[in-house]
């Protein structure tokens, strides 16, 4: 009876397939902001590339179409009245901004201009309205509202000991010497913007933003995501099982970024992994789809891709479970081939720290936007910044925990979790709508209900019988247990023969030695 209904099930899914015809592909809005980001290096020797990957992904979630430029690359006329506005970001000082083309058309640009770092020039001093020195070898406290950080020691850093009386000020860095010293950490001078440095974490992370989003009119206030991250097939699903039971009765709303598989979608291991993820919706978890790791060269059209993103969404329909968007690293929305064969099919997106590998497919920069993108990071970076119910983000944001795998990793994040004073973003009294489409499958989430092709779906329960849910699902033999009797038979005999011959051996070596006693 289930086969009956999965195949009908298919054939509603290529039915609608066909009526639908082409596959839909969500776009990004043609009336959305463009910047272009514009920096030095990625500063590869001290992976400060983590600051680049930070920077587009937060302009990401903030609405902002995203060209990036390094500025070796960079040729004159770039920078045109088509971009609201432009940033500049000095990520290894010892690099700096070289490239006079584009220091001329900066300087000419009227639009929105952010210098991030140091190599402040004259020029941009003055349309900022300051004055500036360097100081030395120092390690400053961030100061926001009533939250501190104290930062990384500094070789140097720019700072701005003269404002403009019309400016706004956006966090406050503070010396540690006996007569402390205040300067602004974020500023805005009408058009322009300055930051003395850019991080990826922590509470530098939270005023950056903020301080951005203010500059170019994209301020607002989010509840974070709380999410569960690298979650697959292999995880151990009864601690999956066990989290998301302990969130439900918490009444913590979550999300889970997820991976699946586009082969041996048929197997018990797979119903037993889809089982728990019904469990995780049916308990107020969202699912994102978490696209797979790139591999170099194989693949270099996006056919792979497109093929393995339409099994996944089917087969997971197929077994009642709906992501409600998809999860990526940032370099995949900066790549057209893996963007247009997987992001744009979904109108949430999740955007995820880079990993250490980072494999392209073909590199363009021009990142796009969706209707939602939830900037990613870890809770843990958060461990040091004053936190409350009340605590809000000025971006989309998602606070991310490594799924555990043994009894002893889930303690830790169910205590990691009670810490966390927070008030969560909750889908469901939030209203998110979303929506993933394909050439087979509509996928919509709307305030709680999930509706496939038009018609909603009531999620069926898992098994609670864990033992018998996670089991391999391998036929059992017929001499199974004849052959497992067998064996402790055998164990048992060479045991017994065994103490014989040590009895033998020790009647021997006595009967050895009275012939030298006579």
């Avoid at 979790?417 to 499958?441: A, N, R």
């Avoid at 021997?508 to 030695?513: L, T």
């Amino acid at each position: 009876m289930n086969k009956i209904k999965s195949l009908m099930f298919i054939v509603s899914l290529l039915f609608f397939g066909l009526v639908m015809g082409k596959t839909q592909v969500i776009e990004a809005s043609t009336t959305s902001d463009r910047v272009l980001l514009v920096y030095d290096s990625q500063n590869d020797v001290r992976s400060d590339k983590k600051n680049v990957d930070a920077l587009q992904r937060s302009l990401t979630s903030m609405n902002l179409q995203v060209k990036t430029v390094q500025q070796a690359d960079y040729k004159k006329g770039m920078l045109n009245k088509n971009y609201l506005g432009v940033i500049t970001m000095i990520n290894w000082r010892q690099v700096g901004l070289i490239n006079q083309n584009f220091v001329a058309d900066r300087d000419k640009f009227s639009g929105i201009k952010l210098h991030i770092g140091e190599n402040l020039t004259a020029t941009e001093a003055s349309q900022l309205g300051v004055k500036v020195k360097k100081i030395y070898q120092q390690q400053l406290i961030l100061q926001s509202s009533d939250n501190q950080e104290t930062l990384p020691f500094k070789q140097s850093i720019t700072v701005i000991t003269k404002k403009n009386a019309q400016s706004q000020q956006i966090g406050t860095l503070m010396t540690q010497q006996e007569d402390q010293k205040t300067y602004p950490f974020g500023y805005i001078n009408g058009k322009q913007g300055y930051l003395p440095f850019f991080t990826h974490k922590g509470l530098s992370m939270i005023v950056q933003t903020q301080m951005i989003a203010q500059l170019f009119g994209k301020t607002g206030k989010f509840q974070p995501l709380l999410t569960i991250s690298n979650v697959s097939p292999y995880s151990n699903l009864e601690t999956l099982d066990k989290l998301s039971r302990f969130l439900y009765k918490m009444d913590i709303p979550f999300a889970i970024s997820m991976t699946s598989v586009s082969e041996n979608t048929g197997m018990k291991a797979f119903e037993c992994f889809t089982a728990v993820l019904r469990n995780v919706e049916n308990r107020g978890g969202v699912i994102f789809l978490q696209m797979p790791t790139v591999s170099s060269g194989s693949d270099t059209d996006g056919q792979i891709l497109n093929r393995d993103f339409l099994t996944y969404i089917v087969s997971l329909a197929r077994q009642q479970v709906f992501p409600v968007g998809v999860s990526a690293e940032g370099f995949w929305n900066q790549d057209k081939i893996l963007r247009s064969n997987s992001l744009k099919y979904a109108d949430h997106w999740l955007l995820l720290p880079d990993g250490q590998k980072v494999t392209y497919v073909n590199q363009d920069n021009n990142s796009q936007i969706s209707k939602q993108s939830y900037f990613s990071m870890p809770a843990t970076s958060l461990n040091n910044v004053k936190k409350s119910d009340t605590t809000t983000f000025p971006i989309p944001t998602s606070l991310s925990i490594p799924m555990p795998y043994t009894q002893k990793e889930l303690e830790h994040v169910e205590s990691e979790i009670k810490s966390l004073p927070l008030s969560w973003y909750d889908p469901v009294d939030s209203g998110l709508s979303s929506k993933i489409s394909t050439e087979t499958t509509s996928l919509q989430y709307n305030h709680g209900s999930y509706i496939v092709n038009g018609k909603v779906e009531e999620i069926r329960s898992a098994s609670s019988n864990l033992n018998k849910q996670f089991s391999d699902g391998k036929p059992t033999s017929l001499f199974s247990n004849y052959f497992k009797v067998q064996g402790h038979i055998l164990a048992v005999f060479f045991v017994i023969i065994m103490i014989i011959l040590l009895i033998f051996i020790f009647i021997g070596q006595k009967v050895y030695w009275n012939r030298f006693r006579r």
